[in-house]
Nanobody, 120 residues
Framework: QLVESGGGLVQAGGSLRLSCAVS????????MAWFRQTPGKQREFVAL???????SYSDSVKDRFTISRDNAVDTVSLKMNDLKPEDTAVYFC????????????????WGRGTQVTVSS
């Protein structure tokens, strides 16, 4: 089970921190990722963190967002700075045993999402 929290309404230029509490999977051995989705569009990759701690980001959020994980409490976080109206979306947490799984639309484990709204 993956449960996201921390979404909300923020003004452009502001910051938010999303968290995802994970249970029922071997967290330490899973890659974790954040995706986002707006109405009528496909779910979009945002960031991932490997079990080793290595990270990757989409070009649209690189240098503004930071993904991190705390293996002691099975939690992955996404710190979002300098938020823009185009960052408005439902943000989803994802777990996958491999990079292919965590990036797959059909495999792995998804949370139910948390809404982030950035006003201009």
């Amino acid at each position: 089970q993956l449960v996201e929290s921390g979404g909300g309404l923020v003004q452009a230029g502001g910051s938010l921190r999303l968290s995802c509490a994970v249970s029922g999977v071997d967290f330490n051995r899973n890659a974790m990722a954040w995706f986002r989705q707006t109405p009528g569009k496909q779910r979009e990759f945002v960031a991932l963190i490997r079990s080793s701690g290595g990270t990757s980001y989409s070009d649209s959020v690189k240098d503004r967002f930071t993904i991190s994980r705390d293996n002691a409490v099975d939690t992955v976080s996404l710190k979002m700075n300098d938020l823009k109206p185009e960052d408005t979306a439902v943000y989803f947490c994802k777990a996958g045993h491999t990079l292919a799984t965590v990036l797959s639309a059909t495999m792995g484990y998804w949370g139910r999402g948390t809404q982030v709204t950035v006003s201009s």
